[in-house]
């Protein structure tokens, strides 16, 4: 998961994100792409200038492969 924040809401976002997956979110700079991918704060709209991430925890990968 990836979430984008404005300066002022990050605090808001972190305390989300922590809140829904019991997991701090990765923080990091949010860089504009060359992508046309447009992005914005997830609380109010903005352009963001953080970006926060969580490792997916969905499935347990079990690569544990049995050979036929
Ligand atoms: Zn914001």
Redesign the pocket.
Known sequence: MVWF??E??IDYIIEDVIDQYQVAPLLEPFIPSSDEKTVH?H??K?TPVYQLMTQQEEKHAHTNHCDR
């Open positions: 924040s404005c002022e809401h704060c609380w109010c903005r």
